[in-house]
């Protein structure tokens, strides 16, 4: 259980890691605020298009009687909707850290040099573009796993009291283990840990993961609040791959890793 714990920390380090370090998580503040317009400008667009779209798409309700091709097509304009949010809340953080690639990266390595003993951090030595080619395809990858789940839980959703209870708990705990493994991609990618590698893995430190991932998936429910903490989380996703390569980690800046100094006799 104590994996649970130190999960949590490792979140909130890596917060607090880019509070001390403003021009990094101003830098890490972009991707996640391009990729917020262009999902609100997409989601907008639904909004008012839809039923168009819907109308469109069912031409055989044309001939129905009133007033059931209206309420057939908002019916399907809602369900559009539905599924669109939740194409949104799973792909987010996929969508930012491919949009994000050079940023997050930098601020990866910035965090593991400040905590490596040598202060130096690991290189792919991979170009931009070959980098930026495997990590949206490990990202479609995880992104086609996390759907086969929520297909699986929407299911199990309307099985009596099993669906109002359990689910939604099981839910945030496989979203969180989703949300890490694209979070520590980018530290661990440079390290030239493939995706099987990396599930492999997390899966091998299960508490970890679920301490650090479950409530930074509960926290990204909260509209925008994924744009503000993304930095953080990158930061501490790094610290955790650390953790799990088991490499050292030297003292940081932070007031409350260092001893307090002992006066002398």
Not at 112 to 124: F, I, L
Not at 133 to 150: E, F, H, N, P, T
Not at 239 to 248: H, I, N, S
Request: charged share 15%; proline share 6%.
């Amino acid at each position: 259980m104590r994996d649970l714990g130190t999960g949590l920390h490792y979140l909130l380090k890596g917060q607090r890691w880019v509070a001390q370090h403003g021009k990094q998580y101003g830098w890490g503040l972009v991707p996640g605020l391009l990729t917020l317009v262009l999902y609100l400008a997409a989601l907008t667009a639904l909004a008012l298009y839809g039923t168009d779209l819907s109308t469109w798409a069912t031409p055989f309700a044309d001939d129905w009687s009133s007033p059931w091709p209206g309420l057939f097509r908002g019916f399907l304009t809602a369900l559009l909707f539905a599924l669109a949010l939740l194409l949104s809340v799973l792909t987010f953080t996929a969508m930012t850290l491919l949009i994000g690639q050079p940023f997050y990266e930098n601020l990866s390595e910035k965090v593991d040099r400040d905590v490596s003993p040598d202060g130096t951090a690991p290189e792919s030595g991979l170009p931009l573009h070959r980098e930026l080619w495997i990590s949206a395809r490990d990202s479609l990858r995880i992104v086609v796993r996390a759907l086969c789940w929520a297909v699986l839980l929407f299911a199990l959703g309307f099985v009596p009291f099993v669906g109002q209870t359990a689910v939604p708990v099981i839910g945030v705990v496989v979203t969180g283990f989703f949300l890490t493994e694209e979070l520590a991609a980018v530290a661990l990618q440079r390290r030239r840990v493939e995706l099987r590698e990396r599930l492999a893995l997390l899966r091998s430190r299960r508490l970890l993961v679920w301490g650090f991932g479950t409530p930074l998936a509960l926290a990204f429910l909260v509209p925008f609040v994924a744009v503000f903490l993304m930095p953080g989380a990158v930061a501490g996703a790094t610290l955790m791959a650390r953790d799990l390569l088991g490499e050292e980690t030297g003292q940081t800046q932070d007031a409350d890793d260092q001893e307090t100094p002992k006066p002398s006799a």
